[in-house]
């Protein structure tokens, strides 16, 4: 299945009445069309749901699995996975139903999961002269990149002005090369106690391994160049996408050497700010493991025969996840981006910030002992991130970016989830 997450809080089914989530709305329609039987249609658990990948409020999904016991030889119904759209909103669409063993996990099953991040090139511009971090990092010693695109706005720019300029703005060749080295340093199994909330550098659950990170050229639509990120990995931890997102833009921008990176998988503790959950999209899980042994199950059966298992293949929907990907995600985020800059408002409350917090982006590509943080020892100003950043959901006409800079900010509180309850938030 696929999805736009705007409006739903979460992929997981809720327990609590009125919650709207992805699943709750699936199962909804599951029952209407007689694939859940009624005596299975008060309790998701009774048919075994499961998911491949749990995405959080508002994040999109261009493929997600869902696994559970349906009844898909229904009376009247020829076209199983068509009858379910219907009973679907537009927003959310099954792409095929494939019957598997019975061994089968949906997210122990799952060897990887690949995410697309999608942000403004205009977020690669150096930190502004005389702001906040611009000031924090030349405190440092750090040799602050300039750059001509403030030298050409005029002193009393307004923020609607400096947003325009932001937006025609296109990064150079060189600056996607710089994206793309330091991606680089994501690739391979390391320790990202960093890029996460909950966990210590000696949780070995902290280790992870990232297939691929691929940068694509930039593109342009309307008035603002596009870069998009693909991360392959085994699975992620809670923020973890967003963190490293993050960390690369900010390294770039900064003139931070890429080696920053291999620090920050070390034992010390630092803050990385989370990007926008804005561009986040979730491309689909893999499940190649499975399809491998199923070859062996197949080899001497027809596709018609009842122990015939299918492999699990996203590819076969492309031309369909895609037109979905256009219409119900890409031209959505774009449009609230046009609307309500929420880019330019994330960026600029990282320029705002003059403490500490953020001294590690220096072209030292050390962490200094300013930046580190040390567990029951407050630290003085501390970053603090806005709850708005972590939506994908805005009023229509709400856009004041004025307001948006006065915003107030609010400090992440301590994680209290155990273990289990955060390997259940994981991507």
């Known amino acids: 299945m696929g999805f736009c997450g705007a409006g739903y809080n979460g992929m997981q089914i809720q327990t609590e009445p009125g919650i709207k989530t992805i699943e709750g ?46 009844i898909t030889a229904i009376p009247g119904v020829d076209d199983f996975v068509g009858r379910v759209n219907e009973e679907l909103p537009p927003e959310i669409r099954l792409w095929g139903v494939v019957r598997v063993q019975k061994s089968f996990n949906a997210r122990t099953s799952c060897d990887s999961r690949k995410y697309t991040y999608y942000f403004p090139s205009y977020l690669l511009i150096p930190p502004k002269p005389e702001s906040g971090l ?15 695109f403030w030298t050409k706005l005029e002193a009393n720019s307004t923020l609607e002005n400096d947003l325009a300029a932001k937006r025609a703005f296109r990064a150079s060749p060189e600056q996607v090369q710089a994206l793309r080295e330091t991606a680089k340093k994501f690739e391979g199994t390391h320790n990202f106690h960093n890029f996460t909330v909950g966990r210590d550098f000696s949780d070995r659950s902290t280790q992870r391994h990232m297939k ?35 960390a690369l833009v900010l390294t770039c921008r900064t003139g931070t050497p890429p080696q920053i990176i291999e620090e920050l998988y070390g034992p010390r503790m630092v803050f990385i700010p989370k990007m926008p959950a804005l561009g986040l999209l979730l491309e689909y899980p893999i499940f190649d493991t499975y399809n491998r042994r199923i070859v062996t199950v197949n080899e001497k059966l027809q596709p018609n025969d009842e122990e015939y298992r299918p492999p699990i293949d996203f590819e076969i929907h492309r031309e369909a996840i895609d037109q979905f990907k256009q219409e119900h995600i890409y031209t959505r985020m774009r449009a609230i981006e046009d609307r309500e800059a929420v880019f330019d408002a994330w960026i600029r409350s990282i320029d705002a910030y003059s403490g500490n917090d953020l001294s ?4 030292k590509a050390v962490i200094p002992p300013s930046a580190i ?42 994680v209290t989830l155990n273990k289990a309850q955060l390997a259940d938030l994981e991507g």
């Open 360 to 363: 590690y982006l220096s072209s």
């Open 25 to 70: 709305t699936l199962f909804n329609a599951l029952v209407k069309v007689g694939a859940v039987s009624k005596d299975n249609a008060d309790n998701p658990t009774k048919v075994n749901l499961g998911r491949a990948a749990r995405t959080d409020a508002g994040v999109h999904a261009a493929g997600n699995l869902v696994s559970m016991k349906v």
């Open 134 to 148: 611009f000031e924090a990092l030349r405190r440092t010693g750090s040799e602050v990149p300039s750059h001509p």
């Open 212 to 246: 691929l990170i691929e940068i694509a050229d930039p593109v342009v639509y309307g008035s603002t160049e596009w870069i998009s990120v693909l991360f392959h990995g085994q699975s992620f931890m809670l923020h973890q996408l967003r963190k490293m997102m993050s």
């Open 373 to 414: 943080i040390r567990k029951g020892e407050r630290r003085p100003d501390p970053f603090r991130e806005k709850r708005r950043f972590d939506s994908t959901t805005f009023t229509a006409g709400g856009n004041d970016i004025a307001a948006v800079e006065e915003q107030e900010f609010e400090e992440e509180g301590e």
